[in-house]
Structure formats: structure tokens, C-alpha cells
């Protein structure tokens, strides 16, 4: 059965999404909507994308009524395309954030259930086969209790215009990612959490391009975070090194090698002994190429899926906090919104 699809947006990100929603042969492209037409045709024509343009949202998702629409737009968008949407009966996939704040993410979640639709995140970490593989260790327990997970982001990013001279980009818009993913590995909700952050002289961003942050997560965990966006040289991978540990046994990761498991099996004289082990990591794409048919095919098909906007929120909510705790420079709770 056709899936009907209209993608909202035909910026940057639209440029993820139309490779992988072109090969699948039970989507429709109903329309691409863009205020600027032109920008949109550029778009499509660059990936050999054949599809009507639009520029007026409400009137081209009423008269089309998609399936699902996918919204590409800046997160202060997200209100009039989701009631628009909504209205037509369709349900909504979202590009992270959700929201510009917590209370706006509540408010869109209340709608979709007030008009009884679904709304979803593209989270795409999730998606990837390792985090997939990783979270499975942790759920049969190959962590133990799980004591200290880490993140390491170091990228070289060159400024764009609707972060550019946001007063935290770096936490603003990236750093969700990696929170998202903490609260996904372990199946633990965090509960507060201090931060600091910088802006090197060589960023070109307005605000603040590194990050630190210590969340306390429920149990007594702990998730560390350092991100950089004005890295000068020893660039991670985009998702990020990983690294957890538990009281049984501890887990590194970083894209394109399978996670790598140590377990600590005893003392000699010679010195700690640990078991190590390479997980099975599932063949297929990754980033936005593997989340974008779960996306769609869960949705279509009325699954549940690991990114709902209602449990989406408390990662939002883990930004929102982190930026608070960069102002007042000590621990802040976070909503439980």
C-alpha cells in the first residue's frame, strides 16, 4: 500500500531526506512545500527527484492530504505545520528539536493528542545499528548497573545562519543528539545536571561553541558530555565516542567499528584480567538513511516507535537545563515535563 507523503522545508535537511524517501517504492512524494519555489526545484533537481512544488502550507496539505507530513522547517515553525497537518489528518515526523522550549514541546504533544494524531522526532541515533547492538548489552545486562557513560564530540563546523548567533549552537542544536542517546542506552531518566561552556576566538559563531556537562541521572549514574564545534584537528566521528561503564563490564564505540566489550574476570600477580568481546552489529545504512523508513513504515503502519514527541521531550528537556546551568554556573533540575 502507497504511503502519501508531503515533506515541509527544502533546506539543508531536505537534502537527507530525499535520497533514501526516492527508493522506497511504497512512498509517494506528494509535494515538496517551500515558501522560496525556487530553492525547492533546486533541491529535487539535484537529487533527480521528480515532485510538485508548493509554497502555501495549509492549502496544499488540505488539498493533498498526505499520510504523513515531515517537517524540515527551523524548530519555531513547528506549531503552523503540525496544525496544519493535523487538520488534514495526517501525522507528523519532526526534525530535532521538537520545539524551542520545553512548554512549546508540551503544547504540541497536547495537540496531537487533542486531534487524536501521532507526532514523532527524527532522532535518527536511535536508528544506528551499533546503538541498537550497545542497548542490548546494556538490557541483558551486560553493564551490570550501569555507573558512567561518556560522549566525546570534537567536529570543526563552519557557522550557518540559524544557529550562527544563537548564545549556546553547540547546545542549542547538537548536543540533543548525544543527550537523547545517554537516555536511550541506559533506560534511565536524568535529574539534574551542571554545565559550562565557551566560545574560542577561531569558532566564527556568535555564541558558545564547547560544551561540558555532568548529568546525574536516577540510581546515582552519571553522563558526561564534551562536545566542540571548533575543533582544530582530531575530528570524532559525527556521532560521537562512547565509552560505558558498569559495575559487570564496560562498552567503547565510535562509527564505523563494532562496539568493543570488556568484562573484568579476575586478579593475578601480573594485573586485572578481563574478558573482551566485539558485538554483533546488524548490516544496513545508518544516520538519517536507517531512520527515515522506520520512521515512515512505523508510522504508516500505526506501530509504536523509540522516538514519540511525548518521550522526546525529557531530552529536550536536558538541553533546556544544561543551558539554564551554563547561566547560573551550578546544578539545575530538569523538567519532568
Known amino acids: 500500500m502507497t504511503t502519501h507523503i508531503v515533506l515541509v522545508g527544502a533546506g539543508n535537511v531536505c537534502n537527507l531526506w530525499l535520497p533514501p524517501v526516492s527508493r522506497l ?52 515553525n513547528r506549531r503552523k505545520v503540525a496544525e496544519a497537518a493535523f487538520a488534514a489528518g495526517a501525522d507528523v515526523i519532526a526534525e530535532k528539536p521538537l520545539a524551542e522550549s520545553v512548554d512549546d514541546a508540551a503544547s504540541l504533544v497536547r495537540l496531537a493528542e487533542e486531534r487524536g494524531r501521532r507526532l514523532v522526532v527524527m532522532q535518527n541515533h536511535r536508528y544506528h545499528p551499533a546503538v541498537q547492538s550497545l542497548r542490548r548489552w546494556v538490557e541483558q545486562g551486560g553493564a551490570g548497573r550501569p555507573v558512567l557513560i561518556d560522549c566525546e564530540l570534537h567536529r570543526a563546523v563552519e557557522p550557518w545562519e540559524r544557529v550562527a548567533e544563537l548564545p549556546s549552537p553547540l547546545l542549542a542544536d547538537m548536543a540533543i543528539h548525544a543527550f537523547d542517546q545517554a537516555r536511550h542506552l541506559l533506560g534511565l531518566e536524568p535529574q539534574r545536571v551542571i554545565a559550562h561552556e565557551m566560545r574560542p576566538p577561531h569558532s566564527g559563531f556568535g555564541g558558545a561553541t564547547v560544551a561540558l556537562c555532568t548529568f546525574e541521572l536516577e540510581g546515582g ?40 566489550v570488556e568484562r573484568l574476570t579476575g586478579h593475578t600477580d601480573q594485573g586485572p584480567q578481563f574478558e573482551r568481546g566485539v558485538l554483533d552489529v546488524a548490516e544496513g545504512p545508518n544516520d538519517h538513511p536507517a531512520a527515515i523508513p522506520a520512521l515512515l513504515e512505523g508510522l504508516a503502519a500505526g506501530d509504536p516507535l523509540p522516538t514519540e514527541a511525548r518521550d522526546n521531550i525529557r531530552s529536550l528537556a536536558m538541553v533546556e537545563a544544561a543551558i539554564a546551568s551554563c547561566r547560573a554556573g551550578e546544578w539545575v533540575e530538569i523538567s519532568r515535563a
Open 221 to 260: 549514574a552519571r553522563f558526561t558530555y564534551r562536545g566542540s564545534w571548533s575543533a582544530a584537528g582530531h575530528e570524532t566521528p559525527w556521532f560521537g565516542r562512547w565509552r560505558i561503564d558498569g559495575t559487570e563490564g564496560s562498552a567503547r564505540w565510535e562509527d564505523g567499528n563494532p562496539p568493543v
Open 25 to 76: 517504492w511504497w512512498v509517494e512524494l506528494d509535494a515538496v512545500v517551500d515558501l522560496d519555489q525556487e530553492l525547492a526545484r533546486e533541491t529535487l533537481a539535484r537529487h533527480g527527484v521528480n515532485a510538485p512544488v508548493r509554497s502555501d502550507l495549509e492549502a496544499a496539505i488540505a488539498e493533498l492530504r498526505p499520510r504523513i507530513v515531515v517537517d524540515l522547517t527551523p524548530p519555531g
